[in-house]
């Protein structure tokens, strides 16, 4: 909305690492009632689709919001494209419910990918908690390693890897997390990043009986429950990413299920992002 | 006033059809069906009115609309009076001419519907709102002073627009909070193009915001404000934040990839314009063999939309048979001429899938029925050992919606009954706590338009008189 109290003018924006954004958002209402582990759902023109994107930071004092986003499909292509200055045609949040942060003692949060700015304001609440946060972050590469300062701030100790071991240690975030759960009484693990990921760490923290919290980045469309696209089965019943999650215990979701449905559009989410790439 | 034609005439014209787009034509495009009466169309149709009084028409009209009086200024070729004789009471006339039940409501009630010829008032609200919009026809409103009153309206759905549009007349300032990015609620996201046009629904709106009124988009009551905020913020709140979330018949494989909601395939469709991806970024997938299930209005929008979509074949399959199926008479007929197939007495018990989550399949089991439930229709009963699949590669799930409790969650002390739907006083739409009322599908399930336009009506009476009490104990 211009010219009404929800502004969506982006105010700063950076590349953190190749084909990785970070951008402010100037939208008051959200950043005055978003909690770590919320959500927000934007469209970049009236044409646009509607996709989520994990609120990375807030600051009700400027009136901001901070999201971190890779570049995967046509409207992230899009997003990254523009400027300071420029408007977002939607922007609605916070959506979700937030994380419950609690005392848990030593805890431990992993973040792939553009996980790591999800992870990160669970991190910081967990610290300012009075937990002991081990963080486990890692990328493909060391270029795409992003947001390792921030981490460290909020982190009693931090692991970082890479696929490739070009920086860190060599290899996943979820062997990373075996090593730490064989090493520290771990209460409680908080997991984001890619599908498959969140899934595998899953495996990792099950022999442990660790109660870990995934972050699922379902195909969204309302983001408040009206749609039912969002769909996930939990403990054998069905519940909305955007109003019951994001966050579920990773433990009781269907993970074979939750794969195929992000794979619903993959043959339009191609075509579009082909189109978008020819045309610019 | 033009002369009345002869009783004896009149008793004996047949009602006039309203056009159609051939079906052949019309299954390949989103453009409306029934294309509109001539001037000529609706005189000859107007013409036909008995003039009843007192006119039993108008009991059946939940807005009560002053039927005879305006089919009167038609026959009297002035449309525009028509058009403002019917504002008197409904606010969305372009909509409810189109959208709206007549044959169980106000045609069902009017005398010649005994010999099974009722005016069309339906199609006559249509032309006269159509005529009205082409030129250009405005309300004009007495100027009322500003009562420096400040209503917030949650949904942006008939109710919520209604509401809005009557206290703005009344001289109190409305904020309308809608989830959203565009306004008009179900008229936006749900109903299709070709049953009502966008570009209606769109006139609606400005109609509205000329009258003062703002509309905020992108605002999720409940989440990015609370109702008890908007209470400490405007002197009164109206809750019209409808009925939308999607139920589902907990059946197992209802979570495959190709099951869809209505409400999601409809709100891709609708609101999102997916049937014109990749123009429109939104994707909408569709089967070779589709089965919608249920038989309201929605799994018809459905139904229809998946057939424009390009799906082979399209089965809606409904546990009763066609004489309990909730849809209206002219929408079931329409989607049969399409080519919309009907499989009665048929209840889904499961959906299969392949290993990648494609549907493959429905199981169901055939009904008989039995004798009269509580609402009255026979209650269906499975016939043993009737199992059978159906082989259909999509399934839409079009069973009803239910109230979503982000609103309530957050409005302290406002009561709601067992299914989460706002308890109010029948009169006013006064909800337990002082100051908030609520109208429309949030305090009735999902009903219909006109009874969101009526709730809507009442609600802002009764705001604008507890202003005027709040005012007075004040100052
Ligand atoms: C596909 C379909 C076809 C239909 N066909 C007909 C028909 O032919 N004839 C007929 O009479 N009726 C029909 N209906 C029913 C009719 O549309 C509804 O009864 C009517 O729209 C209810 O109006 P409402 O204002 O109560 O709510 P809605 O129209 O549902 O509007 C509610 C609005 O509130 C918004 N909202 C919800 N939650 C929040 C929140 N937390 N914060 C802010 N905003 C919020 C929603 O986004 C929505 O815009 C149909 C319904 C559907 C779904
Ligand atoms: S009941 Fe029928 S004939 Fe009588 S006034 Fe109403 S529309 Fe006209
Ligand atoms: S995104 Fe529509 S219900 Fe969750």
């Excluded at chain 2, 099974?116 to 007495?142: Q, T």
């Excluded at chain 2, 699949?389 to 309530?408: H, Y």
Aim: glycine content about 10%.
């Amino acid at each position: 909305m211009i010219g009404g109290i929800l502004t969506n003018r982006i105010i700063y924006k950076k590349e953190l690492a190749p084909g990785i954004f970070l951008m402010d958002v100037e939208a008051p209402l959200v950043a005055e009632k978003a909690r770590a582990g919320q959500f927000v759902i934007l469209m970049t023109g009236e044409k646009g689709e509607r996709i989520p994107i994990t609120i990375a930071d807030y600051d009700p004092k400027r009136g901001t919001v901070r999201m971190v986003f890779q570049v995967v499909g046509k409207t992230t292509a899009e997003l990254s494209t523009m400027k300071v200055g420029d408007t977002l045609y939607s922007f609605v949040g916070p959506l979700g419910r937030p994380s419950k942060i609690d005392k848990y003692g030593t805890v431990a949060v992993v973040g792939g990918g553009t996980g790591v700015a999800s992870i990160y304001p669970i991190a910081r609440a967990l610290n300012e908690a009075g937990n002991r946060v081990i963080s486990i972050i890692g990328a493909k590469t060391r270029n795409l390693v992003i947001m390792e300062e921030e981490m460290r701030s909020v982190s009693a100790k931090v692991v970082v890897t890479t696929d490739d071991g070009s920086y860190g240690k060599r290899g996943f975030v979820t062997e990373a997390l075996r090593e730490v759960l064989k090493e520290e009484d771990v209460k409680k693990v908080w997991v984001v990043g890619p599908a498959i990921m969140m899934k595998v760490a899953c495996d990792v923290t099950r022999p442990y009986n660790v109660e870990t919290i995934v972050s699922l980045n379902a195909i969204m469309v309302d983001g408040t429950g009206m749609c039912g696209t969002c769909r996930v089965t939990v403990s054998g019943k069905t519940k909305f990413t955007c109003v019951d999650g994001p966050e579920f215990d990773g433990h009781s979701v269907d993970w074979d299920e939750f794969l195929n449905r992000l794979n619903r559009y993959r043959a339009q989410e191609q075509l579009a992002f082909e189109l978008h790439k020819r045309r610019s | 006033m033009a002369e009345m034609i002869p009783i004896k005439e009149r008793m004996s014209r047949s009602p006039r059809p309203m056009p159609e787009q051939e079906v052949k034509e019309r299954v390949r495009n989103f453009d409306e069906v029934p294309l509109g009466y001539s001037k000529e169309d609706a005189i000859y149709e107007a013409q036909r009115c008995l003039q009843c009084d007192p006119p039993s028409c108008v009991n059946g009209c939940p807005a009560e609309v002053r039927i005879p009086e305006f089919i009167r200024k038609i026959v009297d070729e002035d449309f525009a009076g028509a058009y403002l004789e019917i504002l008197k009471t409904n606010s969305l006339p372009a909509v409810c001419g189109r959208v709206c039940p007549q044959e169980t409501q106000c045609q069902m009630a009017c005398v010649l519907s005994k010999r099974g010829k009722p005016i069309a008032i339906g199609n006559l609200e249509r032309f006269v709102a159509d005529w009205a919009m082409k030129h250009n026809v405005e309300e004009k409103h007495e100027k009322v002073k500003k009562s420096g009153k400040r209503v917030a309206v949650v949904g942006s759905g008939p109710a919520g627009l209604t509401c809005a549009a009557d206290l703005a007349k009344m001289g109190h300032d409305v904020t309308i909070f809608e989830a959203l990015h565009k306004a008009g609620g179900v008229l936006t996201y749900g109903i299709p193009e070709f049953r009502l046009p966008k570009r209606i629904v769109k006139h609606e709106l400005e109609k509205i915001k000329k009258l003062g009124v703002e509309i905020k988009t992108d605002i999720v009551i409940g989440l990015t404000k609370g109702v008890d905020e908007l209470r400490d913020e405007f002197d009164a709140v109206f809750l019209a934040n409808g009925a939308g979330a999607p139920q589902f018949l907990n059946i197992p494989g209802e979570n495959l990839n190709d099951v869809y909601s209505a409400n999601e395939f409809l709100t891709r469709c609708n609101l999102m314009s997916a049937y014109r991806f990749p123009e429109f970024d939104t994707p909408i997938k569709i089967g070779k063999k589709i089965a919608v299930i249920g038989a309201g209005n929605v799994a018809m929008d459905v139904a229809r939309t998946a057939l424009r979509l390009g799906a082979g074949e399209v089965h809606v399959v409904y546990r009763r048979t066609r004489e309990e199926a909730p849809a209206r008479l002219e929408e079931i007929v329409r989607a049969e001429e399409e080519g919309v197939q009907f499989d009665f007495l048929t209840l889904p018990v499961r959906v299969l899938g392949d290993a990648k989550g494609n549907v493959v399949g429905m199981e169901c089991v055939k009904m008989k029925l039995g004798e009269p439930d509580e609402s009255g229709r026979r209650k269906p009963i499975a016939i043993e050992g009737s199992n059978f699949i159906m082989q259909v590669d999509m399934v839409i799930n079009a069973i009803g919606t239910t109230a979503n409790p982000i609103v309530s969650r957050s409005a302290t002390d406002v009561r709601t009954d067992k299914r989460g739907y706002f308890i109010v006083d029948d009169e006013t739409c006064a909800t337990s706590k002082k100051g908030i009322f609520a109208g429309g599908d949030i305090i009735r399930g999902s009903a219909t338009v006109i009874l969101a336009i009526g709730d809507g009506k009442r609600a802002a009476k009764a705001i604008d008189k507890y202003l005027s009490e709040q005012g007075s104990k004040d100052h």
